[in-house]
Nanobody, 122 residues
Framework: QVQLVESGGGLVQAGGSLRLSCAAS????????MGWYRQAPGKQRELVAS???????NYAVSVKDRFTISRDNAKNTVFLQMNSLKPEDTAVYYC????????????????WGQGTQVTVSS
């Protein structure tokens, strides 16, 4: 089992910044991927950004150049620095963890955090 605890959401004006954090604990495998997904009302959950334990990153096109994902592998923590926020970034943001086989193949169960609300006002 893996537990994920998120923090850092909130209300911000358009153009502002927020930083999300997610700490993983429990049965952490050394080769893994952690990331952030978001779900806006009436929409499907979508990938925002992910980062492997080896440092590989993946971003949604809509957030590239505005958001930066980073990790502290020693603390099993992933961060999402969100700059130049837009009203369309408003959503519940979920932390995600999954083990990897090799460098990119997800295996086993995907774990999710409880979600943190990010609201961007215009």
């Amino acid at each position: 089992q893996v537990q994920l605890v998120e923090s850092g959401g909130g209300l911000v004006q358009a153009g502002g910044s927020l930083r999300l954090s997610c700490a993983a604990s429990g049965s952490i495998f050394s080769i893994n991927v952690m990331g952030w997904y978001r779900q806006a009302p009436g929409k499907q959950r979508e990938l925002v950004a992910s980062m492997t334990s080896g440092g590989g990153t993946n971003y949604a096109v809509s957030v590239k150049d505005r958001f930066t994902i980073s990790r502290d592998n020693a603390k099993n923590t992933v961060f999402l620095q969100m700059n130049s926020l837009k009203p369309e970034d408003t959503a519940v943001y979920y932390c995600n963890y999954q083990n990897l086989a090799g460098t990119t193949i997800r295996v086993g169960r995907a774990y999710w955090g409880q979600g943190t609300q990010v609201t961007v006002s215009s």
